[in-house]
């Protein structure tokens, strides 16, 4: 990740992808959301697809009548009853909401002194930062390949240069921190520019912010907001992941990565009670509300900790690189260059959160060779032999 100031000066490359390499025996791989998208689409299989419903809006979630599921009205007034919603609908999730409300409803129905379910707040995430995002067609200054970030007061920048185009974000202070929902308009995007206009995308290349934004094919302007919701889940009936659990900034590349282990982590739990899946005597019940409430409390405990701290960590870059204070321009500017430092950094915060995330505990599989760190949990070792993909 090469590293340049407001004014296009070097402030040191950042090797932490070198070492992942060296730690995992594999470094991250930057691709867009849409193929890897498509990738887990493609990989279904056809019968689950058929099963697929897309472009329906969930608007509200109410008790069944039995209270061991839900029912969910969709904007277009279709209705399905369900025994548990899995929420994956981003950080201003409908299924939040509506969770919240099912709690407040539960509460409020309670004999008098029995111990009530606790309650999420209402706007759980602090928007600090807006960000500009860019899409521009690559160009020969930015080679493939590229991670350039353009740092300094009040604002910086992280572009990723691919075969075919170039993908750079604005990451802007805002003047005052905020919990409300903003919709950003074209006037937004344009006062960014007008602002951040000047700063160049990437080490080696004269091209501007500006420039790549009149050469844009795609952009778009969003809150960055950053939080961790307190209750996952509600009676054993649903359940949150991804965006709508925990909100991060973008500059550690961490938000996804940590909604698809939420996934790997809420599925193993979920293995260990669903009827075909353990044993001949598990077969024969469904699994209770109360089996499947533990197993959703048993996965957020099991994530809850490592989501607060990744969140931390990338506020604390989004907030290092846009030169939050002078300890921490400082910090940026002359600490974090130095090469050792960064290699112990890798070495024993990166790796101590990486080498814990859960892999699939039912799924077979063969895990990357070549790194000098073991993951705490393994895959479980191949049984039989499969064509390497
Ligand atoms: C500029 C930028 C760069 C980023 N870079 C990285 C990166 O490098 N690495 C990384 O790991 N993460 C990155 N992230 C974060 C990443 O984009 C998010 O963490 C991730 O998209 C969250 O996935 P999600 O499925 O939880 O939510 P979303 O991606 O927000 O998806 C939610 C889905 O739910 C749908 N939905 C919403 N409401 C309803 C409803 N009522 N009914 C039905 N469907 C609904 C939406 O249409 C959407 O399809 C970046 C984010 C930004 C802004």
Redesign the pocket.
Known sequence: MQRIDHEGNDIGNIDFFKHEKEFFGTAPS?LS?HDLTKVFYEALPESTKARLLPN????TIASNATDDGVIIT??DGSKFETRLVIA????????REQMRNLALQYNASLPEGVVPVPINKEQPYLTTFR?L?VRFPSIPSIPTGTTSETHGPGAAT?S?AAADTT?T?V?ERLDKPTKERVRWTQADKEACVAKWGHLLVAKGSTITIGEAYAASTESGM?S?EEGVVDNWSFDGRVVL?????H????S?????????VDIVAFVNELYTILPSSVSAEATARQPSKKDVGAALERYQSKRHAAVVAAGAASGQATNAASWANWPTSLLDRYVVSNKMMQRYVASKLLTASAINTPVFSFIEGEDRKGGTMAWVEPMTTLSRAVAAV
């Open positions: 930057v959301r329906k809006r969930v608007a969709c904007q994956a609908d981003g950080a201003h999730s409908t299924v960000c995002w992280q990723f993908a974000g990451y969003v960055l992941t991804g965006d709508a659990a909100k991060f900034t973008p550690t590349g961490a938000g996804c990565n940590n909604g698809i």
